[in-house]
């Protein structure tokens, strides 16, 4: 029984370490948490604005401009996958590459050949992992993604929609993503960036009113310059939304598995307990026996 006990106590004293990893790294994601959604949802009056002027600017332009029109010259098409780079989130990125899986059946089934682009180190190992090729990620700012490296990402997506089909151009793009809802909700978002499909009119359908606005030096001009903007936007807001959506996820994960690690610590120094109480009883037993014994021998 001294065995039991022994055991217990060195149980005991690793889920103590454990907890107090856990809860440290709670604290850490919860002090990151309310910046992290400050800025996510701080671009969305910026991304509002830029819809509305991309459909403006859309009503008076061609609208045979490649990031509008699509294409029909190939079937490859482009995915963008925004995962973590850390594990200890719960099931944050497992969600995106299941909707990940999901999309990418879908398009096959409609004859398609998607190509991969992930963002996270774990969505890079669990792709490459299972064999399927990964065109280019990148990893190490999941969880505080910066500007610079969003506008590379839309410029190697945007590029590869405009590129030739014979040197790999795809035809659509699309991207999935995590949209932070709240502290407790993180739904997982699938997204047609490319060709853009402009919804939000400046004037309601049937309804006719003066131009608000004046375009130098043409429509068409002033669309190409802008389009790239709103792509470029749109990334950054994706991940900035995806980067709120993993440290809330951390966050509880981290509660829990703190809860989860006082509550075997409760049943260890439990069963710790009931080993001393019996090694108490097993040698007053033998104290007993061997005082019984001595006085038959007299």
């Given at each position: 029984m001294?065995?039991s006990?022994?055991?217990?106590?060195?149980?005991?004293?690793?889920?103590?370490?454990l907890?107090?990893?856990?809860?440290?790294?709670?604290?850490?994601?919860?002090?990151?948490?309310?910046?992290?959604?400050?800025?996510?949802?701080?671009?969305?009056?910026?991304?509002?604005?830029?819809?509305?002027?991309?459909?403006?600017?859309?009503?008076?332009?061609?609208?045979?401009?490649?990031?509008?029109?699509?294409?029909?010259?190939?079937n490859?098409?482009?995915?963008?996958?925004?995962?973590s780079?850390?594990?200890?989130?719960?099931?944050?990125?497992?969600?995106?590459?299941?909707?990940?899986?999901?999309?990418?059946?879908?398009l096959?089934?409609?004859?398609?050949?998607?190509?991969?682009?992930?963002?996270?180190?774990?969505?890079?190992?669990?792709?490459?992992?299972?064999?399927?090729?990964?065109?280019?990620?990148?990893?190490?700012?999941?969880?505080?993604?910066?500007?610079?490296?969003?506008?590379?990402?839309a410029?190697?997506?945007?590029?590869?929609?405009?590129?030739?089909a014979e040197?790999?151009?795809?035809?659509?793009?699309?991207?999935?993503?995590?949209?932070?809802?709240?502290?407790v909700?993180?739904?997982?978002?699938?997204?047609?960036?490319?060709?853009?499909?402009?919804?939000?009119?400046?004037?309601?359908?049937?309804?006719?009113?003066?131009?608000?606005?004046?375009?130098?030096?043409?429509?068409?001009?002033?669309?190409?310059?802008?389009?790239?903007?709103?792509?470029?936007?749109r990334?950054?807001?994706?991940?900035?939304?995806?980067?709120?959506?993993?440290?809330?996820?951390?966050?509880?994960?981290?509660?829990?598995?703190?809860?989860?690690?006082?509550?075997?610590?409760?049943d260890?120094?439990?069963?710790?307990?009931?080993?001393?109480?019996?090694?108490i009883?097993?040698?007053?037993?033998?104290?007993?026996?061997?005082?019984?014994a001595?006085?038959?021998?007299?």
């Amino acid at each position: 029984m001294a065995g039991s006990q022994r055991v217990y106590k060195q149980k005991i004293r690793a889920t103590q370490t454990l907890k107090k990893v856990f809860r440290a790294m709670e604290l850490i994601a919860a002090s990151r948490i309310t910046k992290a959604r400050k800025k996510a949802q701080g671009r969305d009056p910026y991304t509002l604005a830029l819809v509305r002027a991309v459909s403006a600017v859309a009503e008076h332009a061609n609208l045979d401009h490649p990031l509008i029109k699509g294409r029909q010259d190939t079937n490859r098409v482009a995915v963008l996958a925004i995962t973590s780079d850390r594990g200890m989130a719960g099931a944050y990125s497992a969600t995106v590459l299941r909707e990940t899986e999901r999309l990418l059946e879908r398009l096959e089934s409609e004859g398609k050949e998607p190509v991969l682009y992930v963002s996270g180190r774990r969505g890079e190992s669990y792709f490459r992992f299972r064999g399927r090729e990964v065109v280019r990620s990148w990893t190490g700012s999941s969880d505080n993604p910066d500007a610079e490296t969003s506008t590379e990402i839309a410029d190697e997506l945007l590029a590869a929609f405009l590129a030739p089909a014979e040197e790999g151009g795809v035809g659509e793009l699309h991207v999935v993503f995590t949209r932070f809802v709240s502290m407790v909700s993180q739904v997982p978002q699938v997204r047609r960036m490319l060709p853009l499909e402009v919804v939000e009119g400046v004037t309601e359908a049937g309804a006719h009113a003066l131009p608000l606005y004046e375009f130098e030096p043409s429509p068409d001009e002033v669309l190409d310059a802008l389009l790239p903007l709103y792509v470029r936007n749109r990334i950054y807001a994706q991940h900035l939304m995806a980067a709120a959506s993993e440290l809330a996820a951390r966050q509880q994960a981290m509660h829990t598995a703190t809860d989860n690690a006082e509550d075997l610590i409760r049943d260890y120094t439990r069963l710790a307990n009931q080993a001393r109480q019996a090694d108490i009883t097993s040698e007053i037993t033998e104290i007993v026996s061997g005082a019984d014994a001595l006085a038959s021998s007299r």
